[in-house]
């Protein structure tokens, strides 16, 4: 089955750790996104690549940093800088290169809590 | 730039009854618009989208939705609601950039 897998589900940081969450997706899409998502302020964009080895900062990247090595994957580093990091992350993915479409793709999330 | 707007945080209906979730949106061009539903702690599902054509478009598990040029609204719809449809609702609008803006969404409770 085509689709987006994000790991792990639920991860837990002490203060000052960085940490990387997992984003694959084989669905031979052109375009990845990082979300931020806190109760009642929907969804947030963190960072996004429309093409390998090239990313753009979204509205909250302050803290964060991602990378593009593969198509595949979009791993999302939330650094020691992030200074309210607790939250539900999800990763989308859009676009096949010479499609019309910009619907976005979603995986089912990482919930970071930061003790 | 492009935003959305979903006036309603909370919205409550008894099972079997009509609903209708408000969007409005501001874009400088004719927008891309969705419909997405999201499960506590799972990701979003697309229910519908439009990009041109047919104002009325139909999505899945009994959605629709309208777009209004005049109005900037995008509302979703369904006439009988089944206690399956709680969840949140995100309307989202976007663009030739692929980035899309969502709303900050509408969470459903669905009474017996």
């Known amino acids: 089955d085509g689709g987006i897998t994000q790991s792990p589900k639920y991860l837990f940081r002490k203060e000052g750790q960085n940490v990387t969450l997992s984003c694959e997706q084989n669905l031979n899409h052109d375009a990845m996104y990082w979300y931020r998502q806190d109760p009642g302020q929907g969804l947030r964009l963190i960072y996004y690549s429309q093409i390998v080895n090239d990313f753009q900062k979204g509205d909250i990247a302050e803290g964060y940093s991602v990378s593009r090595e593969k198509k595949e994957s979009f791993p999302l580093t939330v650094t020691s800088a992030q200074k309210n990091p607790t939250a539900f992350y999800l990763c989308?993915?859009?676009?096949?290169?010479?499609?019309?479409?910009?619907?976005?793709?979603f995986g089912p999330g990482t919930r970071l809590t930061v003790l | 730039a492009q935003s959305v707007t979903q006036p309603d945080i909370h919205i409550t209906v008894s099972e079997g009854a009509s609903l209708e979730l408000r969007c409005n949106y501001s874009?400088?061009?004719?927008?891309?618009l969705f419909w997405y539903v999201q499960s506590p702690g799972q990701g979003l599902q697309l229910l519908l989208k439009?990009?041109?054509?047919?104002?009325l478009v139909q999505g899945i598990k009994g959605f629709e939705a309208e777009f209004k040029r005049s109005q900037s609204s995008f509302n979703l719809r369904k006439p009988s609601v089944h206690w399956s449809d709680a969840a949140e609702y995100f309307c989202?609008?976007?663009?030739?950039?692929?980035?899309?803006?969502f709303g900050s969404g509408t969470q459903l409770t669905v009474l017996p």
């Open positions: 989308a993915s859009s676009g096949i290169a010479g499609g019309s479409s910009n619907e976005q793709f």
């Open positions: 874009y400088g061009a004719t927008p891309y």
């Open positions: 439009y990009f041109s054509g047919d104002t």
């Open positions: 989202a609008v976007g663009g030739s950039a692929r980035q899309l803006t």
